[in-house]
């Protein structure tokens, strides 16, 4: 007989709860026929295949920074913020590989003198940033945290490659967050946070690194570009979000199938979230998805989905919002939050 689980912690110090969110989308579009254009595929291929039929990308210049401190501003205006305590950034794509890039999107924002670091968990860096802004209020270390993810992801896709240069694209996604108590709307609820370093090679940028510096061989020139085994991460994609899901939601004491009234699952294929809802027996209608126009946009996918979910009334106060993701590390997690009534800024 399998023991049972063994109960959570008792959770102490306040609340991390939402109150303002923002989002950034460069104005580049990419087609699937500007992709047809330049590479072996199609676009009857990257509709069925992936859901996506267009996606935003940076022109030339602009960087991850760039499209953070948009996405932190619309965030500090919609929840009426001048001057948090911390700034968290998710990114898989800093601007430089030392030093952090939160600092600099701080001192864009106004911010010079608080905290501000990276985040690093690819395209669950949203969560698990969340988890340390909580982390951050919990312990008292912060009242208010402003939480970015952004990814120019397309800055490190092959062009030529088919395979990665269909799926994924450049945003930027960002909430605040405040002291509160956990029984109020917008305060996040346990989350559950996990990795599986043996798969690490699944989802790479293998030159660049220590690994490849100390080895005194210089980088081959396609060593600084993402790779992507697709096939094999589909599968644990759909597992690991599962899973977690299940886990977060029993947390908070809601069955998947009746009780969620919203799941925003990290936007990496829509077959993929398909998967995952019907895993979870979540229908269609209460699924939350921009993949068609947005793509993969790494860690700014889930607040960019909130974001947008918000503005287009998809997404309303009260909603049971059951979140997920899933990416490179692997890494994967899961959380919950009543919406807030709050509005993008
Ligand atoms: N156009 C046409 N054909 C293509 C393309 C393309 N753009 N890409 C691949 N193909 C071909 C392959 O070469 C293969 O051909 P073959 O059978 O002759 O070898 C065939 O299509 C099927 O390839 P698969 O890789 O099996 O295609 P699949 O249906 O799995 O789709 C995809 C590929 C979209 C990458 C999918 O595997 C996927 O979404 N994987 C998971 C992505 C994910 O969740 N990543 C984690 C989060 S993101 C992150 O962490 C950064």
Redesign the pocket.
Known sequence: MTAPAPAAPARTGPAAVICGIGSYLPPDVVTNDDLVAR????DE??RT??GIATRHVVSPGTATSELAVEAGRRALESAGVDRPDALVLAT?TPDRLCPATAPEVAARLGLTGIAAFDVSA??TGFLYGLATAEGLIAAGLAERVLLIAADAFTTIIDPLD???????ADAAGAVMLRAGTYDEPGAVGRTVLGSDGTLSDL?EVPGGGSRQRSSGVAAAPDDGW?R?R??E??RH?VNRMASASRQAAAAARWRTESDVDRLAA?Q??A??LRSVAEELGITAARQLSNIEHVG?T?AASIPVLLAQSVSEGALLPGHRVLLTA???GLAWGATTVVWPDVKPG
């Open positions: 590479l072996d595929t199609s291929w990257i295949r992936t898989t690819v395209c088919r395979g990665t240069s269909v799926i994924f989802i993402f992507m697709g096939r991460t589909y994609a990290h990496a294929n077959r993929i993969n790494g899933f990416g490179g």
